[in-house]
C-alpha cells in the first residue's frame, strides 16, 4: 500500500467515526449540546409540529401543549462549523430557524440551548438568568 492510499484510509475512518459518533445517543468523541424546545402555546390550540436536521434527519414530531422536545446535539471538534435546523408549524403559522449554531455555541449556557414556542413567535431562553427574548415572528403564508 503506498502512502497516498494510507492517507486516504486514515481520513475515511476519521470521517466515518465521527459521522458514527453523530449517529448515537451518546455524542462520544464530540461535544454535547441539548437543544430543548417547550410548547408555550394557548391551551388547548392545535399541536405544534417540528422537524429539525442538520446533517442527520431528527425526523418530524409533535410538542403536545406543555411539553418539551430534546435534541442531543453532537458537534465533532475536528469540523469548523455546524448548524442544525428546525421548522416549526401550529395550525397556520410556521417557521423554519437555525436552532444551534456552533460558532455561536456560547449563548447556550452549559451547553444547552432552550427555545420556548408561543402564539407571538419563538423565543429564545438565556440559561442562568431564564429570561426570554423574542427571536422570531411566526410566518402565516402558504408553506
Same mark, same amino acid.
Given at each position: 500500500?503506498? *502512502?497516498?492510499? &494510507?492517507?486516504?484510509?486514515?481520513?475515511?475512518?476519521? =470521517?466515518?467515526?465521527?459521522?458514527? =459518533?453523530?449517529?448515537? +445517543? *451518546? $455524542?462520544? @468523541?464530540?461535544?454535547?449540546? &441539548?437543544?430543548?424546545?417547550?410548547? +408555550?402555546?394557548?391551551?388547548?390550540?392545535?399541536?405544534?409540529?417540528?422537524? $429539525? +436536521?442538520?446533517?442527520?434527519? =431528527?425526523? &418530524?414530531?409533535?410538542?403536545?401543549? @406543555?411539553?418539551?422536545?430534546?435534541?442531543?446535539?453532537?458537534?465533532? %471538534?475536528?469540523?469548523?462549523?455546524?448548524?442544525?435546523? $428546525?421548522?416549526?408549524?401550529?395550525? *397556520?403559522?410556521?417557521? &423554519?430557524?437555525?436552532? =444551534?449554531?456552533?460558532?455561536?455555541?456560547?449563548? $447556550?449556557?452549559?451547553?444547552?440551548?432552550?427555545?420556548?414556542?408561543?402564539?407571538?413567535?419563538?423565543?429564545?431562553?438565556?440559561? %442562568?438568568? @431564564?429570561?426570554?427574548?423574542?427571536?422570531?415572528?411566526?410566518? *402565516?403564508?402558504?408553506?
Amino acid at each position: 500500500m503506498n *502512502s497516498s492510499n &494510507t492517507i486516504k484510509n486514515v481520513l475515511l475512518v476519521i =470521517f466515518l467515526s465521527t459521522n458514527i =459518533f453523530r449517529a448515537t +445517543s *451518546s $455524542c462520544s @468523541g464530540t461535544r454535547k449540546y &441539548t437543544a430543548r424546545i417547550t410548547n +408555550s402555546l394557548p391551551r388547548d390550540s392545535a399541536p405544534l409540529h417540528y422537524h $429539525c +436536521s442538520s446533517d442527520l434527519d =431528527f425526523g &418530524t414530531k409533535v410538542i403536545r401543549e @406543555g411539553q418539551t422536545a430534546e435534541l442531543e446535539l453532537c458537534v465533532s %471538534p475536528i469540523v469548523e462549523y455546524s448548524a442544525f435546523f $428546525c421548522r416549526l408549524w401550529w395550525g *397556520s403559522k410556521h417557521k &423554519t430557524f437555525e436552532i =444551534f449554531n456552533s460558532k455561536n455555541s456560547d449563548e $447556550c449556557k452549559s451547553h444547552v440551548c432552550s427555545w420556548s414556542v408561543m402564539g407571538d413567535g419563538i423565543y429564545y431562553q438565556d440559561g %442562568p438568568s @431564564g429570561k426570554l427574548s423574542k427571536k422570531y415572528d411566526w410566518d *402565516s403564508n402558504a408553506m
